[in-house]
């Protein structure tokens, strides 16, 4: 099950209360719990003031504390989650990292493509101490993962086990390839690390990583297959690389995220080729290409012109041909 969980910490007072009350009001998003709550059941009609009170009343207890709101997002790709699901996860969640006794409220939104889920709490407890928020993201995404199910530790041994089979020839593509599955690769002091789920999972020597990368042999008959399917393909499929959005909650901000085309699926589809654009400032620089078949990476260079790759066919028309050919 596919959850992944966001924390927003940097907060005074509590607008997230206001934030979730408003999408409610506006109908993109549903209140679908408040727990411990009982001293707001004498109010005939509660307005999104007396909430944020009430908790700012509890956060008062500990003067010494100064972001008070516990903010979190919950979220799946999609809708694969029902509801009734999604909610016991979020529950269960709370009470993982410590927070079933305090007030809360659960929120699902529907503005997006994939179903999300807002927990709006406070971290001082109703004797004035204060949850511990020492490691909170790491902690967040461990507990989100046993009560999904998800054995991290299986889920990496068995990624790794596909990745390293991959031929890469630079540091660039390696960082690529793990990207794609999800993982963060980058160069720390003389280290290469693989951090994911808030953990460095795996921890590769500078000199041993660059001195495999540098003994890869370009295989230059798959270069030449691929080179022939593509120059046959881009005859027949828009290359136009198209942008990919993250949208924000109603559509507050969008961000470009990687780009796609009908050729890139097609190359996919029928071959098993993944194009990955590189881009920059909302301009496609360059891309490379996973050979998924024969486990192995290509700089686009290496096959063909960026130009040609993404640009557009300047093809002869039909009654020229033939014309010709007389």
Known sequence: MNTVVRLFTKAKGFPAVSYNMEKVNTGVAELLSARNM???KAYSFIRTIDIEHYFG????LNARSHFDQFHAV???KGSQIEQKVFLDIAHKW???MGYKE????IFLHKDTPNRHIHIVSTDVRIDGSKISDSFDRMRAVTELNRICGVDEEKLFKDDISRLIKYRCSSTVQLKLLFNQK???FFSHKDNFLVRKYGKTLLRIRRDALLEGLSAAKPDYRRTKEIQSFISSAILIHCRRPEP???LGPGGSWRKIIGYRSDLADFLLSAANLEVVYLFSNKTVTS???IDHHLAQLFAGEELMDLQRFIGKVTQEPLISKLQHQR
Do not use: D, M, N
Not at 57 to 60: D, E, Q, T, V
Not at 102 to 105: A, C, G, I, K, S
């Open 38 to 40: 009982e001293l707001l």
């Open 57 to 60: 009343a509890i956060s008062s």
């Open 74 to 76: 919950l979220s799946t």
């Open 94 to 96: 709370l009470e993982a």
């Open 102 to 105: 305090q007030p809360y409220l």
């Open 182 to 184: 999800g993982y963060r």
């Open 244 to 246: 990919i959005y993250q």
């Open 287 to 289: 891309f490379v290409l």
